[in-house]
C-alpha cells in the first residue's frame, strides 16, 4: 500500500525559501522517479519537478526553474524540493508522488507566499 507523507510547508514572504520533504512507502523507492505536483486554489493540480530514479536527470516547469531544486535519498524514501525566491504564485498545496504516479495521495503540505 503506497504512502505518500509530504511536510516543511508554511507562510513565507516573498523571495523567501522553504523545503519540502516526502517519504514515501509502499513500493521499492529507488526504483521510481519522483514528482512534485502543487495545486493552487480554483486550478488543477500541475506538475512542478520530476527526479528519475536511476541518474537523478531532474526536469522542471518553466516558472520554477532557476528557483526550485528537486532532489532525493534513497536511503530514506526521501524526496526534497527547495524552493528558493519564492513568489506569491508558488502558493497552493504540494503533493508528491511516484512516476508513474500512484492513484493513492497523501495530505499534501500548503505553501502560502505573502507579498
Known amino acids: 500500500q503506497v504512502e505518500l507523507v509530504e511536510s516543511g510547508g508554511g507562510l513565507v514572504q516573498a523571495g523567501g525559501s522553504l523545503r519540502l520533504s516526502c517519504v514515501a512507502s509502499g513500493r521499492t523507492f529507488s526504483n521510481y522517479g519522483m514528482t512534485w505536483f502543487r495545486q493552487a486554489p480554483g486550478k488543477e493540480r500541475e506538475l512542478v519537478a520530476r527526479?528519475?530514479?536511476?541518474?537523478?536527470?531532474?526536469y522542471y516547469t518553466a516558472s520554477v526553474r532557476g528557483r526550485f531544486t528537486i532532489s532525493r535519498d534513497n536511503a530514506k524514501n526521501t524526496v526534497y524540493l527547495q524552493m528558493n525566491s519564492l513568489k506569491p504564485e508558488d502558493t497552493g498545496v504540494y503533493y508528491c508522488?511516484?512516476?508513474?504516479?500512484?492513484?493513492?495521495w497523501g495530505q499534501g503540505t500548503q505553501v502560502t507566499v505573502s507579498s
Open positions: 527526479i528519475n530514479w536511476s541518474l537523478g536527470s531532474t
Open positions: 508522488n511516484f512516476n508513474p504516479p500512484s492513484s493513492s
